[in-house]
């Protein structure tokens, strides 16, 4: 799960995958990551933290990374929360075994759409479930997908 800064979007995508995964029981590694490096080592933003707790998804453990080309290797799929993100991730590929991983996060609710899951940073706090929103029916259809 990328974003930007590691902080919003993709550790609440990561959250959510997590949560299901336990749910169901399933055997998948999920971690996140950001392709800027401005808030490596911080928590989630805290109102995307408040967001996972009404949601009984917490995120509080989590801390913010870069994105690194080793990511490659350790994951089968890679998803982009955005275009811009997206294409930064791409500008590290190696080979096209690396540009097959990185998929939109949306196309798996909505496929073939390269929808963007919006940065909730600069708005209100209603931007923040929003995102949740999205993130859990995307995740969902995901899970569906892999795992029938």
Not at 36 to 53: C, F, K, L, N, S
Not at 134 to 146: K, P, Q, S, T, Y
Request: charged content about 30%.
């Amino acid at each position: 799960m990328v974003c930007l800064g590691n902080i919003c979007r993709s550790p609440m995508a990561d959250g959510i995958l997590r949560k299901k995964i336990q749910d169901r029981g399933l055997d998948m590694k999920v971690d996140s990551a950001g392709t800027a490096a401005y808030h490596v080592g911080e928590a989630p933003d805290r109102r995307m933290r408040r967001t996972g707790i009404d949601n009984n998804v917490p995120i509080d453990d989590l801390r913010a990374r870069q994105f690194v080309v080793q990511d490659f290797d350790r994951f089968d799929v890679i998803f982009a929360m955005d275009k811009s993100n997206y294409n930064n991730i791409l500008s590290l590929a190696r080979d096209e075994d690396d540009v097959q991983k990185v998929k939109m996060m949306l196309n798996e609710s909505n496929p073939g759409q390269n929808l963007e899951v919006p940065d909730p940073y600069y708005g209100g706090d209603e931007g923040f479930q929003n995102v949740y929103n999205m993130l859990d029916i995307a995740v969902d259809a995901f899970l569906e997908r892999v795992n029938g």
